[in-house]
C-alpha cells in the first residue's frame, strides 16, 4: 500500500515538473519571439529613416545652387546634380543673330553653364585650369568653307590667337550639307574669352538645335 502511494506521489512530482519545465518552455519562446519582433521593428525605422530626404542637406544644396546661379547670367541650372568642375554646352537657336563671321550662341535652349559665363558671343573663363574646348557646326558645301574656335586674351599682345581651325574646299557649283568638327585640350586663364568664327555664318544651317554647338569643361 506504501508502495502504491510512493509511486503517486512521485507520478504527482513529475508531472509538476513537467508542467513547470513546459511553462518556462513557453515564457523562453514567448521572449524570443518578442526580441525577434523588436528588432523588426528597429530594423524598419533604419530603413525608414534611410530612404527619407535629409533636409539639411537639402538646405545646403539650395544653398549651393543659390550661390554659383549669382555666378552665371542665366537662370539657374534645370539639372539636380552638380557639376564637379567648371563646364559650358551651348546651342544654335533661331532666337540668336550670328554676325557675319562669329557665332551667336541661344540663351533660350536651355544652355549649360557653371562657372563659366557667356557674354557678347563669347564664352568667358572663370578659373584658371586645363579645358577641352570644342565645336560643330552644319553649313552648306559650297566652295571654301573655314571654322575656328578662337581666344581673346589679355595675356598676349596680339590679344586674339586661333586655338582651332578646320577648313574645306569644295566646287562652288556643289549645294551639299557637311559638318565641321574640332577640338583640343589648351590651358586657359581668367578672363579669357573663347567664341566661334566661319568663314560666313549665311552658309551655317539651322535644322535642330545640336546641329551646331560650342562648349568647353574643365579636365
Known amino acids: 500500500m506504501k508502495t502504491k502511494q510512493a509511486v503517486g506521489l512521485m507520478d504527482v512530482i513529475g508531472l509538476s515538473q513537467g508542467r513547470r519545465h513546459a511553462g518556462m518552455a513557453q515564457t523562453l519562446l514567448f521572449l524570443l519571439v518578442s526580441l525577434a519582433l523588436c528588432g523588426m521593428v528597429i530594423e524598419a525605422c533604419f530603413i525608414y529613416r534611410l530612404y527619407q530626404p535629409d533636409s539639411a542637406t537639402s538646405g545646403s544644396f539650395s544653398k549651393l545652387t543659390a550661390d554659383h546661379a549669382a555666378i552665371t547670367p542665366t537662370r539657374r541650372p534645370s539639372y539636380d546634380i552638380l ?88 566646287p562652288a557649283s556643289t549645294k551639299t550639307r557637311s559638318s565641321s568638327y574640332i577640338g583640343g585640350v589648351f590651358h586657359l586663364y581668367e578672363n579669357d574669352a573663347l567664341y566661334v568664327s566661319v568663314s560666313s555664318t549665311s552658309k551655317i544651317q539651322r535644322h535642330k538645335p545640336f546641329d551646331n554647338v560650342f562648349g568647353a569643361y574643365m579636365i
Not at 109 to 138: H, N
Open 83 to 170: 557639376p564637379s568642375k567648371p563646364v559650358a554646352h551651348l546651342t544654335d537657336g533661331q532666337d540668336v543673330v550670328h554676325e557675319k563671321h562669329v557665332m551667336a550662341w541661344s540663351m533660350d535652349a536651355d544652355p549649360l553653364l557653371y562657372e563659366m559665363t557667356y557674354k557678347d558671343r563669347k564664352l568667358i573663363i572663370q578659373k584658371e585650369g586645363y579645358y577641352f574646348v570644342y565645336s560643330k557646326v552644319f553649313f552648306i558645301d559650297s566652295g571654301t568653307f573655314y571654322h575656328y574656335v578662337q581666344m581673346h586674351t589679355d595675356k598676349y599682345a596680339e590679344g586674339n590667337i586661333t586655338l582651332l581651325h578646320s577648313r574645306k574646299y569644295s
